[in-house]
């Protein structure tokens, strides 16, 4: 095996010690030690002389937590990439692989967070604990700019710290007794977090899916749009548009479609908006521009990919009166318990940063960094479409979709990182229908993309 098989083998093991400090001086050689006359001397590891002496409780681990499958995503790209360097230190290595933004927040919006900030120091201006659903104002002024003329009120959203973190709070909501769907591919969370909860059963090798799971496959050959007549009946229906990762974005007629759907089966909708202003005209930004959607839908959303909120962490959840519980109990009072038991409110100062992303002048920055980042997907898509490859994605959302048929995904980041040391994200870490793909994320500086697209076009010329 070369050294670069075993430096990848090496780090794709959760249980590695690839990055592990040694004190073993390999240059030590004919060391001779005395020996006993009459006994046998064994090498013990110092690992291995803990293990047999560390202390352990008597608490059980969450079995569940052994269901998942190596790391979560990401954390394991970065894995790699620290990996990269390591081998190549000199080498000037550019991410596009992980979706966290580059630009800086615009400044009417960052003012607004430091005269917050400012005013935590004076007595008029100090605030400890807020409401857990977030400050009116700002509650007030997502429903008017999402969800104006859409039947979604102040009081239906809940504003947190990011769509992730209610993600797994509604999971929370659900209980362990419910039966999933999610997008094939689809982002990690919807399914790590079902896994965690007991909702699945054991990761079957053999197909690359969690039993238990409705996987509904999204391709190029059904325009990433799942054939509803194939998917079988489950509680809760995950589903992101502008999807992450194959920047799809669903039609009006395809999203009535999974409202029917949902209804006809007595589902709840999980709709991922996050990327809903990367939408262009004529698409749904929201899943309630469906009639009938408030009866069987839930919606989050985040600051975080507009604004550049990765670090701040703003989102929202909206849920609507209408939607029911099949006894008739609400869901949103079910999910206030759970805001109110297991969160304490998002910040004041990222909050008084999202009151200033919604004012006219914070909406035409938001748009103006939008903007530059569907620059660089143009970029990005023109490269690959240059190479020929067939590319999706871009248009409605920051992530290119390119399709490197009958190649494993791992296989292709590693040559993509090894050669041009660029970081991309494999489609296969997003479900199965992912394999043979690659995501390139179109956040980052425009000299490093630009740099990026150079090395590309060496490498695949």
């Known amino acids: 095996m070369s050294l670069t098989q ?80 390591l081998k190549y230190p000199d080498a000037q290595v550019i991410s596009l692989g992980i979706g966290d933004t580059t630009e800086p927040i615009p400044e009417v919006i960052t003012s607004a967070m430091e005269m917050r900030s400012r005013a935590l120091s004076t007595l008029e201006g100090y605030s400890g604990y807020g409401a857990e659903q977030g400050e009116k104002a700002l509650r007030a002024a997502i429903a008017s700019t999402f969800y104006r003329n859409l039947g979604i009120e102040e009081d239906d959203i809940f ?46 090798k053999d197909d690359q899916k969690f039993g238990g799971i409705e996987y ?3 391709t190029p050959e059904n325009g990433f749009f799942p054939d509803l007549s194939s998917v079988s009946r489950t509680d809760i229906i995950f589903f992101c548009s502008p999807n992450n990762p194959t920047g799809a974005a669903a039609t009006r007629e395809q999203l009535t479609q999974l409202v029917k759907f949902a209804k006809d089966n007595g589902s709840i909708i999980v709709y991922d908006s996050a990327y809903a202003m990367y939408s262009s005209e004529g ?75 919604l004012s006219p002048e914070g909406l035409k920055a938001m748009h103006e960094v939008i903007g530059f980042y569907k620059e660089n997907t143009d970029i990005i ?57 690659i995501r390139v994320s179109a956040f980052g500086h425009r000299s490093n993309v630009l740099e990026a697209c150079k090395r590309f076009k060496q490498l695949y010329k």
């Open 159 to 204: 504003v947190s710290d990011g769509a992730k973190c209610d993600l797994s709070r509604l999971q929370v909501v659900f209980g362990a007794n419910v039966t999933i769907a999610v997008q094939d591919p689809s982002y990690p969370v919807y399914v790590d977090s079902g896994v965690i909860m007991g909702q699945t059963g054991l990761f079957q």
């Open 283 to 357: 698409l749904p930004h929201t899943i309630f521009e469906i009639p009938g959607a408030k009866e069987v839908a839930i919606e989050t959303s985040s600051f975080s990919k507009y604004a550049g909120f990765t670090g701040v962490r703003l989102g929202w959840t909206a849920v609507p009166k209408q939607l029911l519980f099949s006894d008739g109990f609400p869901v949103a009072k079910d999910f206030n318990r759970i805001v109110c038991t297991c969160f304490n409110g998002a910040s004041n100062i990222a909050q008084a940063g999202g009151l200033a992303c």
């Open 216 to 218: 509904m496959k999204c």
């Open 6 to 85: 075993n430096l990848y083998t090496s780090i794709s093991s959760p249980s590695s010690a690839f990055l592990a400090h040694s004190n073993f001086n390999s240059r030590a050689k004919n060391v001779s030690l005395p020996a006993k006359r009459f006994g046998i001397c064994k090498c013990v590891s110092a690992a291995t002389q803990e293990a047999q002496t560390a202390y352990k409780t008597t608490v059980s681990r969450n079995a569940n937590m052994t269901k998942l499958q190596a790391g979560y995503l990401f954390p394991e790209i970065s894995r790699r990439r620290a990996a990269h360097l």
């Open 381 to 437: 898509v023109e490269t690959f479409n240059s190479l020929g490859f067939n590319v999706y994605g871009g248009k409605n959302a920051p992530y290119v979709w390119v399709h490197f048929p009958g190649r494993s995904s791992w296989d292709v980041f590693s040559e993509i990182l090894e050669k041009t040391h660029v970081v991309t994200t494999p489609g296969s870490g997003f479900g199965p229908a992912g394999e043979g793909f």
